[in-house]
């Protein structure tokens, strides 16, 4: 197994979680919305769940342009022996980033429209505001980890040889 094999198998993995999340917070929500008067609400909440499900299945399709992505910088070989800590390291810091991207993206859609339909009063903005504030860093947050994996390992090596002669 090589390195764009592994990653697509971790994007694999992450996939089938978001699927899975999603088809839980699915099926909570229609066993709420039959006993809920509250169409709207319903209706937004299962768009949440599908763009779980969504997410879920381009990590699943995607996975191997994923993986290029995250080993851009290899040369593809089909040999399996030159795995190094680094390697597994790095690959797992951007998956680590897609899953905060893949679970701050819904939770950010589902705070705006909240937000657009609860808009008029200062307590709904600032409730959205904070709301979205920590969705919306923990997107940043993703996104600089998948896409600064190598610097984080680079970061990592670093912190652990300080300080230890040659």
Request: contains cysteine.
């Amino acid at each position: 197994m090589n390195k764009r094999e592994i990653a697509s198998l971790a994007c694999k993995i992450l996939g089938i979680f978001f699927i899975i999340q999603g088809t839980n917070v699915l099926s909570l929500t229609l066993s709420v919305a039959a006993t809920s008067p509250i169409a709207h609400e319903s209706f937004f909440n299962v768009i949440f769940s599908l763009i779980y499900i969504l997410f879920g299945v381009l990590l699943w399709f995607l996975s191997d342009k994923l993986s290029a992505i995250m080993v851009a910088r290899e040369i593809h070989s089909n040999e399996g022996s030159g795995i190094q800590i680094s390697d597994i390291q790095r690959i797992a810091f951007s998956v680590l980033g897609l899953f905060f991207l893949g679970n701050s993206v819904p939770r950010l859609v589902s705070t705006l429209t909240n937000g657009y339909f609860m808009s008029g009063s200062a307590y709904s903005v600032t409730r959205l505001v904070l709301e979205a504030g920590g969705t919306v860093v923990q997107l940043i947050i993703g996104l600089g980890i998948f896409l600064g994996s190598q610097g984080l390992v680079n970061f990592l090596n670093n912190i652990r040889t300080a300080g230890l002669k040659d």
